[in-house]
Nanobody, 118 residues
Framework: QVQLVESGGGLVQPGGSLRLSCAASENILSFVVMGWYRQAPGKQREFVAL???????DYADSVKGRFTISNDNAKNTVYLQMNSLKPEDTAVYFC????????????WGQGTQVTVSS
């Protein structure tokens, strides 16, 4: 069973930065896509960013220009660098890995809390 472990969350002031990490128990090159999602209290989980095995990236409009997704294949880890954080970025951030196309399998981490507040 694939395990994804997020870390790096915490409390930060508006305008600050955080870097989230998602460590996978298996070679991340085996996943067609890895991504970050977030869920704020009382809201549905939403897409934040993704990175394909081919190196393509995509971002939600709300984070474009502020967040950057990257990976370190040697460490089987995907990162989310978050800059210029806003209070509305406050949420639990989840890492997701997708294996295969048809059929496909999605794996989720347990989440890490990010709170942006003064």
């Amino acid at each position: 069973q694939v395990q994804l472990v997020e870390s790096g969350g915490g409390l930060v002031q508006p305008g600050g930065s955080l870097r989230l990490s998602c460590a996978a128990s298996e070679n991340i090159l085996s996943f067609v896509v890895m991504g970050w999602y977030r869920q704020a209290p009382g809201k549905q989980r939403e897409f934040v960013a993704l990175l394909t095995s081919g190196g393509d990236t995509d971002y939600a409009d709300s984070v474009k220009g502020r967040f950057t997704i990257s990976n370190d294949n040697a460490k089987n880890t995907v990162y989310l660098q978050m800059n210029s954080l806003k209070p509305e970025d406050t949420a639990v951030y989840f890492c997701k890995a997708r294996r295969g196309v048809i059929p496909r399998y999605d794996y989720w981490g347990q989440g890490t809390q990010v709170t942006v507040s003064s």
